[in-house]
């Protein structure tokens, strides 16, 4: 069961780009307590989808400008980070 919930599809292009309206660049503890999670392990949590929104968001710039080369290299990390730091972890998408 994962530690974390957060009621959030970060593979919507509109909940990105409201999770990057919200939050910003915003990392570390301060994201992790505007999110609600605490413990170990909530700093991490945080930052892996403030990772992921901002990969998601660069990959569907790209995609939008019909650069598919480089909307796959962000989906690739976008993968790698869901994959790895959120998958367990976080109750999301």
């Known amino acids: 069961m994962a530690k974390f919930a ?3 599809n ?3 292009e509109y909940e990105v780009e409201d999770f990057i309206n919200a939050h910003g660049t915003s990392k570390g503890r301060g994201l992790a307590n ?4 605490k413990g ?3 700093v991490a949590a945080a930052n892996a989808l403030s990772c992921y929104a901002w990969n998601k968001h660069t990959a569907i710039s790209c995609r939008k400008r019909g650069d598919i080369t480089n909307a796959l290299k962000y989906e690739a990390i976008c993968d790698w980070i869901y994959r790895d730091d959120i998958t367990g972890k976080i109750e999301c998408w």
Do not use: A, E, Q
Request: charged letters at 30%.
């Open 6 to 8: 957060i009621d959030l």
């Open 34 to 37: 505007t999110l609600g999670f």
């Open 10 to 12: 970060l593979d919507d």
């Open 40 to 42: 170990k392990g909530s």
